[in-house]
């Protein structure tokens, strides 16, 4: 007999597979038989961040579609590798030396940058352990990194292409600034949220008309001294007389125009805007449409700079703020000041309030990329799912700005560009190179770096060997399907399908898998302010409360904060969290994974899951424990297979067509939920069961059938529902395999289960179903009169007998019956029992009844009914309910009328039966 354990033990399966996986080279692209290919893109993690619950939940989706077409024979590749994470990663290495009294600056750039080479060697892998323990199946042998020497080289060559292209260029425009950070940043990179202020209301004098003023409201009055004009609606008839007049700015000698833009909203404030362009994006379009010439007034640190006045310079622009205020109250020009709630751009790595700046920055240019990029999903070449992403993605494509790709940081790719003493730049693959084309040994290269999404957006090519032809791009590109977040459709999504068809001629995939976001249990954004982030190896290894909360209250410098979390967490899990197992884990992510939205991730469904891995586990054992040491194989089909091993043979075969179907169409919600039912309800629940009656039988054909179905049945259970649940099914399918002769190393590259049309039994169907509902109805008498489940009763049923010969056995066994005795319908008429009907059949336990206690629970019911027939006559009889409410309101009320006293009328009956 082969040994399986008593319980299931997720960790000491899982620490023995994955390396025996990794080792035997099983996640490596196996030649195709189809001569087929299929390959995703992992979304490249920050290199040294850990994984979260986006990512696991990501990731198990992306997995489960790997070892699906692996399994069905596809050439399968699931691209690893990680970001370098400019901003995130070159933080983290700052404050590290910032704790040891260093600054990058003292250090220098080459210094710095042996630093964050060090960071990352020590501290990159551990997302990738990470993503191992959730059974993550990559191709770790072509692990890329991009900033490593062959993706390097692709950024370079992109870029130097752009510029020959005339599609990439350098110019002062207008972009998000970190001041903490000096460096512009991308608008995914920048938090707006809520806050409360001020509407301050400054009066601006009106040239030539002496104790006139021009009412401006603003949130930010420190920004006057680069105001170039006031603005009103043309709409406006309060200001009509003032257009074109001039107004002289306060705490300057500078007068501006009044002019006139669509742009303003006649209904906010007192319907006259400061236009300040070098410091707000809309003031700047303004600016552009009036060909006004922007005044900067910041410097990088956010101070203000020599175009202010003398007093005003190197002062901070909070601290300007209050300055300016108090000055312009002196001078009587502050008209009003009220509370006003407004949106603050912060940094997300920093929270600095963002400032817009003019700066020299390299841009790209995307008119053309947008039009390719637009027309591409438009014809279908690629697809969202679910399709209402496709309307967000046209949005911003027909919206679009030049893309700002540079950065003011050190760790990144720096940009391959030189200057001469004049200033004139020379794009270069290298140094020698722009040497060669300025003619000039003296040349000095760009200090900026590309923006981190520059390099990320030529991930689906750059990782398969371009700009070399290599045979890895001709066989995975365009890779099949992107799964990823809404949050990074503008900035990842549509630059990959631009750079790639521009660069390549293909499109980077076929269809785009949006997920939603993972959510607490209460539907809450998990956040570590909120103090509501699971982190995934947690819920799989488990983790003590007071761990729990050291975790999720670490480096919160809110006293009372943290102590509200504490609280929390303690309320939530009393005893921490226990240890689920990666599959358990898997398989609820999967579960979640309905279209088109968030998810809220319960551990009560967790655990759900956990309970289903040990039906798994318990159900193999009982299999195993039923195959005789003599019987080592069960490769002969048997000669003829009994109802029971039809019925369960077609519904394994229809789930196998269901859980398919919905594979292809990336429904993981109804695949994993039509795996649960079949292992669960049909196999487990039923199958089992009714196969004891069978086992017990003296038909040693009958005895071989039902081994044979127990066997091939489980085996190809564990082989569909492994892309789910990797761990587990491995374990379980080594035992089992060789019972039913498959000797393949590993079920990952064991053939996935097909459906096959002559398998689909609709006669063997009907009559299990049929099976069900008599099993059910006996259930349900027995639990009517309180039966024991020791106490065995006869069964008299009325009905053709001929159907039910067939199982008769097996409804005695799941009905805990003594025996099933046909009667005609006169013999039931005659009793007191309950009666039940199924179909064309009536059943009824013989027990013998407690005459006095059987009177009371029937008269109980009778008074019950008696007070819903007195509720329903007084309805009846009030003629506003008759004359008011809808005639089928009024025809229901009279048939439930109609069935209330049907019921009393039998009740009545069967009291009379019992007394006589």
């Given at each position: 007999m082969i040994e399986l354990d008593k319980s299931f033990d997720p960790h000491s399966i899982e620490s023995c597979w994955y390396p025996f996986w990794e080792k035997e080279g099983l996640f490596k692209a196996q030649e195709s038989v189809s001569n087929s290919s299929y390959a995703i893109l992992l979304p490249p993690p920050n290199v040294t961040g850990t994984l979260h619950m986006g990512h696991a939940f990501q990731h198990t989706l992306m997995d489960a579609l790997i070892r699906y077409h692996r399994m069905r024979g596809d050439k399968t590749l699931w691209q690893a590798g990680t970001d370098h994470a400019g901003i995130a990663t070159q933080i983290v290495v700052e404050r590290q030396l910032e704790a040891k009294g260093l600054d990058r600056r003292t250090l220098g750039r080459e210094q710095f940058l042996d630093k964050v080479w060090q960071w990352k060697e020590h501290s990159g892998s551990t997302i990738t352990r990470q993503m191992r323990r959730m059974g993550s199946s990559c191709?770790?042998?072509?692990?890329?990194?991009?900033?490593?020497?062959?993706?390097?080289?692709?950024?370079?060559?992109?870029?130097?292409?752009?510029?020959?292209?005339?599609?990439?260029?350098?110019?002062?425009?207008?972009?998000?600034?970190?001041?903490?950070?000096?460096?512009?940043?991308?608008?995914?990179?920048?938090?707006?949220?809520?806050?409360?202020?001020?509407?301050?209301?400054?009066?601006?004098?009106?040239?030539?008309?002496?104790?006139?003023?021009?009412?401006?409201?603003?949130?930010?009055?420190?920004?006057?001294?680069?105001?170039?004009?006031?603005?009103?609606?043309?709409?406006?008839?309060?200001?009509?007389?003032?257009?074109?007049?001039?107004?002289?700015?306060?705490?300057?000698?500078?007068?501006?125009?009044?002019?006139?833009?669509?742009?303003?909203?006649?209904?906010?404030?007192?319907?006259?805007?400061?236009?300040?362009?070098?410091?707000?994006?809309?003031?700047?379009?303004?600016?552009?449409?009036?060909?006004?010439?922007?005044?900067?007034?910041?410097?990088?640190?956010?101070?203000?700079n020599d175009q202010v006045p003398k007093a005003y310079q190197g002062l901070d622009r909070f601290v300007a703020r209050k300055k300016v205020l108090e000055e312009i109250e002196a001078q009587g020009l502050l008209a009003e000041s009220?509370?006003?709630?407004?949106?603050?751009?912060?940094?997300?790595?920093?929270?600095?309030?963002?400032?817009?700046?003019?700066?020299?920055?390299?841009?790209?240019?995307?008119?053309?990329?947008?039009?390719?990029?637009?027309?591409?999903?438009?014809?279908?070449?690629?697809?969202?799912?679910?399709?209402?992403?496709?309307?967000?993605?046209?949005?911003?494509?027909?919206?679009?700005?030049?893309?700002?790709?540079?950065?003011?940081?050190?760790?990144?790719?720096?940009?391959?560009?030189?200057?001469?003493?004049?200033?004139?730049?020379?794009?270069?693959?290298?140094?020698?190179?722009?040497?060669?084309?300025?003619?000039?040994?003296?040349?000095?290269?760009?200090?900026?770096?590309?923006?981190?999404?520059?390099?990320?957006?030529?991930?689906?090519?750059?990782?398969?060997?371009?700009?070399d032809q290599t045979e890895e791009l001709k066989t995975y590109l365009p890779t099949n399907v992107l799964v990823t977040g809404f949050d990074i459709i503008f900035f990842w999504v549509a630059r990959m399908i631009m750079m790639t068809s521009h660069f390549t001629g293909?499109?980077?995939?076929?269809?785009?898998?949006?997920?939603?976001?993972?959510?607490?249990?209460?539907?809450?954004?998990?956040?570590?302010?909120?103090?509501?982030?699971?982190?995934?190896?947690?819920?799989?290894?488990?983790?003590?409360l007071e761990s729990l909360i050291a975790k999720r209250t670490s480096n919160l410098m809110d006293p009372k904060q943290a102590k509200a979390i504490e609280k929390a967490t303690?309320?939530?899990?009393?005893?921490?969290?226990?240890?689920?197992?990666?599959?358990?884990?898997?398989?609820?992510?999967?579960?979640?994974?309905?279209?088109?939205?968030?998810?809220?991730?319960?551990?009560?469904?967790?655990?759900?899951?956990?309970?289903?891995?040990?039906?798994?586990?318990?159900?193999?054992?009982?299999?195993?424990?039923?195959?005789?040491?003599?019987?080592?194989?069960?490769?002969?089909?048997?000669?003829?297979?009994?109802?029971?091993?039809?019925?369960?043979?077609?519904?394994?075969?229809?789930?196998?067509?269901?859980?398919?179907?919905?594979?292809?169409?990336?429904?993981?919600?109804?695949?994993s939920r039509r795996v649960y039912q079949l292992i669960w309800d049909e196999y487990c629940d039923w199958y089992v069961e009714l196969a004891k009656t069978s086992l017990t039988t003296d038909d040693a054909d009958v005895q071989y059938a039902t081994r044979y179905t127990l066997l091939h049945t489980l085996e190809t259970?564990?082989?569909?529902?492994?892309?789910?649940?990797?761990?587990?099914?491995?374990?379980?399918?080594?035992?089992?395999?060789?019972?039913?002769?498959k000797h393949e190393k590993s079920i990952m590259i064991a053939s996935y289960p097909e459906y096959q049309i002559q398998l689909s039994d609709p006669e063997a169907d009907q009559q299990i179903h049929?099976?069900?509902?008599?099993?059910?109805?006996?259930?349900?008498?027995?639990?009517?009169?309180?039966?024991?489940?020791?106490?065995?009763?006869?069964?008299?049923?009325?009905?053709?007998?001929?159907?039910?010969?067939?199982?008769?056995?097996?409804?005695?066994?799941?009905?805990?019956?003594?025996?099933?005795?046909?009667?005609?319908?006169?013999?039931?008429?005659?009793?007191t029992a309950p009666v039940v009907v199924v179909n064309n059949f009536k059943l009824m336990l013989k027990v013998e009844i407690d005459v006095a206690a059987e009177t009371i629970r029937l008269n109980k019911q009778i008074e019950k009914l008696n007070a819903e027939i007195s509720k329903a006559k007084q309805k009846l009889a009030n003629p506003s309910f008759v004359d008011k409410a809808p005639a089928d309101v009024v025809n229901q009320e009279k048939l439930r009328l109609d069935q209330f006293e049907k019921q009393v009328a039998e009740l009545i009956q069967q009291v009379e039966r019992i007394g006589q």
């Open positions: 191709d770790w042998d072509r692990e890329r990194f991009t900033m490593d020497e062959g993706l390097s080289r692709a950024v370079n060559e992109v870029f130097v292409k752009l510029y020959q292209q005339g599609l990439i260029y350098r110019g002062k425009r207008l972009v998000n600034w970190d001041p903490v950070l000096q460096t512009a940043v991308s608008d995914l990179e920048v938090v707006s949220e809520e806050e409360s202020g001020f509407l301050w209301h400054l009066r601006y004098p009106i040239v030539n008309q002496p104790g006139k003023y021009l009412e401006v409201a603003t949130t930010r009055p420190e920004t006057l001294f680069g105001d170039v004009a006031v603005a009103v609606n043309p709409q406006d008839e309060r200001y009509q007389s003032l257009i074109g007049q001039l107004v002289q700015l306060p705490l300057t000698d500078r007068q501006i125009p009044i002019i006139v833009d669509e742009y303003v909203d006649s209904s906010f404030g007192t319907g006259c805007v400061k236009i300040t362009p070098a410091h707000d994006f809309n003031d700047y379009q303004v600016g552009h449409r009036h060909q006004l010439t922007p005044i900067n007034i910041f410097t990088k640190e956010a101070t203000l009220k509370k006003h709630t407004l949106m603050v751009p912060r940094g997300d790595r920093t929270r600095s309030v963002i400032e817009p700046m003019l700066s020299d920055q390299w841009f790209v240019r995307m008119e053309g990329f947008a039009e390719q990029a637009l027309q591409l999903v438009e014809t279908g070449q690629i697809r969202f799912i679910p399709e209402n992403w496709t309307n967000t993605y046209n949005h911003w494509l027909t919206n679009i700005q030049d893309w700002c790709i540079s950065r003011q940081l050190w760790w990144g790719h720096r940009i391959p560009a030189w200057y001469d003493e004049k200033g004139n730049i020379y794009v270069a693959h290298n140094e020698d190179e722009a040497k060669t084309l300025a003619s000039n040994d003296s040349l000095i290269q760009d200090e900026d770096v590309l923006d981190t999404w520059f390099s990320s957006a030529l991930w689906p090519f750059s990782t398969l060997g371009w700009p293909k499109i980077p995939f076929k269809e785009v898998y949006i997920t939603g976001l993972v959510r607490d249990a209460h539907g809450q954004k998990m956040s570590k302010s909120k103090g509501n982030i699971l982190d995934p190896i947690d819920i799989i290894d488990g983790i003590d303690r309320s939530e899990f009393p005893k921490g969290i226990s240890s689920f197992g990666t599959d358990a884990l898997r398989f609820t992510f999967a579960s979640l994974a309905t279209h088109g939205r968030d998810i809220k991730f319960d551990l009560q469904r967790c655990e759900g899951y956990r309970n289903f891995c040990n039906k798994i586990w318990n159900a193999t054992r009982y299999v195993l424990m039923n195959i005789p040491d003599h019987e080592i194989a069960f490769t002969t089909p048997p000669a003829k297979l009994n109802l029971i091993d039809r019925w369960m043979l077609s519904e394994l075969n229809q789930s196998i067509k269901d859980v398919t179907d919905n594979f292809n169409v990336y429904r993981f919600d109804l695949a259970l564990l082989r569909l529902a492994h892309p789910f649940m990797p761990f587990i099914t491995e374990e379980l399918w080594q035992k089992i395999s060789p019972l039913v002769n049929l099976l069900k509902e008599l099993v059910n109805a006996c259930r349900t008498l027995r639990s009517e009169m309180n039966l024991s489940p020791k106490d065995r009763v006869p069964l008299y049923i009325t009905g053709k007998t001929d159907q039910l010969t067939l199982f008769s056995q097996h409804l005695i066994h799941l009905g805990k019956l003594t025996e099933v005795v046909f009667v005609d319908d006169q013999t039931l008429e005659n009793t």
